[in-house]
């Protein structure tokens, strides 16, 4: 067993296909396979089955998943760690953010630290709040950028970035001159609601319950798993929905959506700098969080 091989294992599992894993590392699928069963035969356990065209980890296999990461990233922060001894900001450095920041806002702060950085890469995990946080607790990731604060012990989160939510409606909706609703005219609109685990529900749970409301009142005609699926469900009319404005600004901007206020309802929230509570941040790490603070 060597470092690359687990490097293998874990982009076969984050991929979920040998073939695409090899693509990734510029190897066959017959050479991965190799890998696969050389550490197989090593542990002496099956690590991953094929079901149909998806390979996934076994129970095994998703126990060595947890400790590779952790490897690979003690790897990367050694490489780090030494670049920056020689005066050098140089490495990998793996990040994670929830649905808004992941998709709106760490790309662009990922573009600015590579071009400060030429010498870094960045991989960027993109997931909902619960999945972020458990992936900084696993060590999958260093640090992530999350849309709700946790209450486990072992995570350190400082508040980043403010953010507004707003009621989003299709373009000649027959709201679509007023600026503000009531309560009682929105939890009679069909709506499109968040998944569970999402940093954008619990912030809607939290603003109801301010005001002794909940999402139950709520007359609720769908349930979507990311705010790309939710604004095409808007545009389409299946409902209305609250959503940052920052993932709308594209189509606010062209008039295709348009935002309302709900009266009597404070949408604002913040992102929170998530990481694993008395980890010291790698030398790339420092340095993405102090561009992250910058911008």
Same mark, same amino acid.
């Given at each position: 067993?060597?470092?690359?091989?687990?490097?293998?294992?874990?982009?076969?599992?984050?991929?979920?296909?040998?073939?695409k894993?090899?693509?990734?590392?510029?190897?066959?699928?017959?050479?991965?396979s190799?890998?696969?069963?050389?550490?197989?035969?090593?542990?002496?356990?099956?690590?991953?089955?094929?079901?149909?065209?998806?390979?996934?980890?076994?129970?095994?296999?998703?126990?060595?998943?947890?400790?590779?990461?952790?490897?690979?990233?003690?790897?990367?922060?050694?490489?780090?760690?030494?670049?920056?001894?020689?005066?050098?900001?140089?490495?990998?450095?793996?990040?994670?953010?929830?649905?808004?920041?992941?998709?709106?806002?760490?790309?662009?702060?990922?573009?600015?630290?590579?071009?400060t950085?030429?010498?870094?890469?960045?991989?960027?995990?993109?997931?909902?709040?619960?999945?972020?946080t458990?992936?900084?607790?696993?060590?999958?990731?260093e640090?992530?950028?999350?849309?709700?604060?946790?209450?486990?012990?072992n995570?350190?989160?400082?508040?980043?970035?403010?953010?507004?939510?707003?009621?989003?409606?299709?373009?000649?909706?027959?709201?679509?001159?007023k600026?503000?609703?009531?309560?009682k005219?929105?939890?009679?609109?069909?709506?499109?609601?968040?998944?569970?685990?999402?940093?954008?529900?619990?912030? @809607? +749970?939290?603003?109801?319950a301010?005001? !002794?409301? #909940?999402?139950? *009142?709520?007359?609720? %005609?769908?349930?979507?798993? $990311? &705010?790309?699926?939710? @604004? +095409?469900?808007?545009?389409?009319?299946? !409902?209305? #929905?609250?959503? *940052?404005?920052?993932? %709308?600004?594209?189509?606010? $901007? &062209?008039?295709?959506?348009?935002?309302?206020?709900?009266?009597?309802?404070s949408?604002?929230?913040?992102?929170?700098?998530?990481?694993?509570?008395?980890?010291?941040?790698?030398?790339?790490?420092?340095?993405?969080?102090?561009?992250?603070?910058?911008?």
């Open positions: 067993m060597d470092l690359w091989q687990l490097n293998i294992f874990c982009r076969v599992i984050d991929r979920k296909s040998f073939s894993a090899g693509e990734s590392v510029h190897l066959s699928q017959p050479t991965i190799s890998h696969i069963k050389d550490l197989e035969d090593h542990f002496e356990c099956r690590l991953i089955d094929r079901l149909g065209k998806e390979a996934v980890p076994t129970k095994a296999g998703e126990l060595l998943y947890l400790y590779a990461r952790k490897l690979i990233t003690l790897r990367d922060e050694a490489e780090a760690a030494i670049a920056e001894f020689n005066g050098k900001t140089r490495g990998h450095l793996v990040v994670g953010g929830s649905t808004i920041p992941g998709g709106y806002i760490l790309p662009k702060i990922i573009g600015a630290f590579t071009k950085y030429p010498e870094t890469s960045i991989s960027l995990l993109v997931g909902d709040t619960e999945k972020i458990r992936a900084v607790l696993s060590g999958e990731v640090l992530g950028i999350v849309g709700a604060r946790t209450s486990d012990i995570i350190s989160q400082e508040k980043l970035i403010d953010d507004e939510m707003r009621l989003i409606i299709p373009s000649g909706h027959k709201w679509s001159k600026k503000e609703v009531t309560f005219n929105l939890s009679k609109e069909p709506f499109i609601l968040r998944e569970q685990g999402s940093g954008t529900l619990k912030s @809607i +749970q939290k603003s109801f301010k005001i !002794g409301m #909940s999402v139950k *009142s709520l007359k609720i %005609v769908a349930e979507m798993g $990311n &705010t790309t699926a939710i @604004i +095409q469900g808007i545009k389409n009319r299946v !409902g209305v #929905s609250i959503l *940052s404005t920052v993932a %709308v600004e594209d189509e606010l $901007n &062209t008039g295709t959506l348009k935002c309302l206020s709900v009266e009597g309802l949408l604002e929230r913040n992102f929170y700098l998530t990481m694993r509570k008395f980890r010291t941040p790698s030398p790339l790490g420092r340095a993405f969080i102090e561009l992250l603070k910058e911008l």
